[in-house]
DNA sequence: GAGCACTGC
């Protein structure tokens, strides 16, 4: 059988840091490839594709408010376009040019390639902020790379962005949630601010889109315009299409399929197949290394988000000599991640994807054809070194029958806290804000009617004073800041602060997937387990972690089978709640084991999120109708029922699944949400 | 008996 037994792992192998999200400097970007390394960094800056463009971007600029730049990553967008600004006296008077990123280590990376290049310290001219790091300096700071959630804390601050000369959204394409109320912000600030410069750096897709939402001018006079498009020529190659005559009936085994085929027929070339998640990944992996047993000369390789850090980093390793590369990835290898020398891409056409709908209020995790941008996004990554090839697991007509465009991010997901948000910002009709891609009305009313539901805002859709305005300043979920708050009150934000940041982590428990080490894990787990369910759970786990001494920690961590890294950073977000409380002169306070108010306080902010054990045996929300079951991942899923139940969130891959789980009486709801439960039942 | 990908003064 495959090879993916744990069984060997010695205590000080790397791989038992599993750590997800944490930049350290020893990380520095291993993402990016630099074909130009051997050169000075000069002669690197002048090589780049931008560089032919320097005098155009700034002409442009002196025209026109908004520069829409298209060009392929890896021309030089991101890290020389401040620069010229720079160079080009856009900072004299002290203002700075923003540039925003949708991950954090692409913030960090770009700004220490750029200090580098302008040899200057990382925090003086050029800086970044990040959500815990802000490295920039107030008085010589110029060019400042951050995450978009950070730009939209600014604005909550000063809505006009005055500190900005310009500010440049990179890698809009990605569409998410943040740069879309963004981009609806900006539209309404660069008309009230002149002055200011936006340049929205995307994907050739949809550029004249987003030149289109920007552009002010209503006659038909094109020397209005108030918004353009540049062109930057890229680096890819040629990328052949090649597609299946007809459709395929299993696409794993399709993918497994067509990596033999490529590898017997084709020239030396790494390989990347992409499936939709991490069971078929690891079943396309372990077909695949039966093959390599038998001598055929591949080297397979998973890729997925859930992987370790060092098990990720093997992708850009050089894999032994004489065979050839074979990535299985889900779609972090679409965007988030590129790994170099690859020549051959095979596409399954499919993605799973997070879908909420508002009629049952359910988030719900799907397998959906891939858009036709999407197809293209990942044909390109064959064509990064030489001309490659695309294999499509699909027809060429079905591939004509895929929706155009990939549905963003804000079409797809609940609103509430975008909602709060853009009401904080003063924009009172949130149903016409100008989103680029305006979610369906219902999702955002489904989100107006939680919040009201929640006590954030009154019954005239205004923001409460105080509760809805304190809940628009934090960066967590609606329903988790009202537990928070409502902690506050009740004498238990310690306990609501604790288990609110275990849920931002990915996992506080480190789960081998099997052997002995997975049946130790589970048992050590079980000592923590409370019949209160997961969010007890994690107060408990942190508890215990807390109460030992920091010497200890790591080894407490490794012998209880708890992530070490995901502690610290809890411990992280802990303070910074404790912090962002201080703000409202509240602060965390311990109700020192009084479980009945810790529960009943989780059940103020998830109270919409309440279940019933029915007669059948499965599990029914009190508004919906759908049957849900407990997720194998919770602690209560191996003991006996309970009757009433609150869940975080609700999973949907073959049936509804609730995750994070408290036990609740009935009499709670009615006596903390009265008004949400009478009006359910008048239904 | 199960986990697309990101992010937050």
Request: hydrophobic share 40%; charged share 25%.
């Amino acid at each position: 059988m495959a090879m993916k037994s744990l069984k060997f792992l010695k205590p000080d192998d790397a791989s038992w840091d599993v750590d997800k999200s944490d930049i350290d400097s020893s990380n520095n970007t291993p993402f990016v490839y630099n074909p130009c390394l051997s050169l000075s960094l000069e002669q690197q800056r002048l090589k780049l594709p931008v560089h032919r463009s320097r005098n155009e971007i700034l002409y442009l600029l002196e025209k026109y408010q908004v520069l829409v730049i298209v060009g392929e990553t890896g021309c030089g967008k991101s890290t020389q376009i401040p620069q010229y600004l720079l160079e080009a006296g856009w900072c004299e008077d002290g203002k700075m040019i923003g540039v925003t990123e949708p991950r954090r280590v692409a913030a960090v990376s770009l700004a220490s390639r750029v200090a580098e290049e302008k040899g200057s310290l990382l925090g003086d001219t050029v800086g970044f902020t990040i959500r815990f790091d802000d490295c920039t300096d107030k008085e010589t700071t110029r060019i400042k790379y951050m995450t978009e959630g950070i730009l939209m804390m600014e604005m909550m601050e000063d809505p006009l962005l005055r500190n900005y000369a310009a500010i440049m959204l990179d890698e809009v394409h990605e569409q998410s949630q943040n740069v879309e109320i963004l981009m609806g912000l900006m539209k309404k600030i660069l008309k009230k601010n002149k002055n200011l410069r936006l340049l929205v750096s995307s994907a050739t897709v949809d550029a004249e889109h987003v030149r289109d939402f920007f552009n002010l001018n209503v006659t038909k006079n094109e020397h209005a315009d108030t918004s353009t498009i540049l062109s930057i020529e890229g680096r890819l190659y040629p990328v052949d299409c090649f597609y299946v005559k007809d459709p395929v009936a299993d696409y794993v085994k399709a993918t497994v399929e067509t990596v033999l085929k490529i590898h017997n027929a084709e020239p030396s070339g790494d390989i990347l197949c992409f499936l939709t998640g991490q069971e078929e990944v690891d079943t396309a992996i372990s077909l695949l290394q039966e093959h390599s047993k038998q001598s055929v000369k591949i080297f397979p390789l998973p890729m997925y988000g859930s992987l370790t850090n060092n098990e990720q980093m093997k992708v850009f390793r050089y894999c032994p000599k004489g065979l050839r590369k074979v990535v299985v990835a889900t779609n972090i290898a679409e965007t988030s991640i590129t790994i170099p020398g690859i020549v051959y891409v095979i596409d399954c056409g499919y993605v799973k994807m997070r879908w909420f709908d508002a009629s049952s209020f359910t988030d719900n995790l799907v397998v959906v054809p891939i858009s036709q941008n999407a197809a293209v996004q990942r044909a390109g990554r064959a064509g990064r070194v030489r001309s490659g090839k695309v294999y499509r697991l699909y027809t060429e007509e079905d591939y004509a029958r895929l929706p155009p465009h990939t549905v963003s991010e804000i079409r797809r997901c609940e609103l509430s806290s975008a909602v709060i948000k853009l009401k904080a910002l003063g924009i009172d009709n949130v149903v016409r804000f100008p989103f680029p891609s305006p979610p369906p009305a219902k999702n955002l009313l489904a989100g107006l009617e939680l919040l009201h539901a929640l006590g954030a805002v009154s019954d005239d859709a205004e923001l409460t004073r105080p509760l809805g305005f304190r809940m628009a300043e934090f960066p967590l979920s609606t329903h988790e800041t009202k537990c928070l708050l409502q902690g506050c009150d009740w004498g238990c934000s310690y306990e609501m602060a604790v288990m609110i940041a275990c849920r931002q982590v990915e996992s506080i428990f480190i789960s081998p997937a099997s052997g002995e080490l997975s049946i130790r894990a589970k048992i050590k787990k079980r000592e923590f387990e409370v019949a209160e369910g997961d969010l007890l759970t994690f107060f408990n786990v942190y508890s215990a972690y807390a109460a030992t001494s920091d010497d200890n920690k790591k080894k407490w961590c490794h012998s209880n089978f708890v992530n070490h890294k995901s502690m610290k950073r809890v411990t992280q977000l802990i303070n910074q709640i404790g912090s962002l409380l201080n703000k409202f002169d509240l602060k965390l306070t311990s109700c020192k084991g009084n479980l009945e108010m810790v529960c009943k306080c989780v059940v103020s902010g998830f109270f919409p999120n309440a279940a019933y054990l029915h007669y059948s045996g499965v599990y029914k929300t009190v508004r919906g109708v759908q049957d849900l079951s407990i997720h194998p991942s919770s602690v209560l899923y191996t003991l006996q029922q309970p009757q009433w139940v609150v869940f975080c969130e609700t999973v949907y891959t073959k049936k509804l699944m609730m995750r994070e789980l408290t036990v609740v009486k009935p009499e709670w709801l009615l006596e903390i949400a009265p008004h949400f439960y009478h009006k359910t039942y008048d239904r």
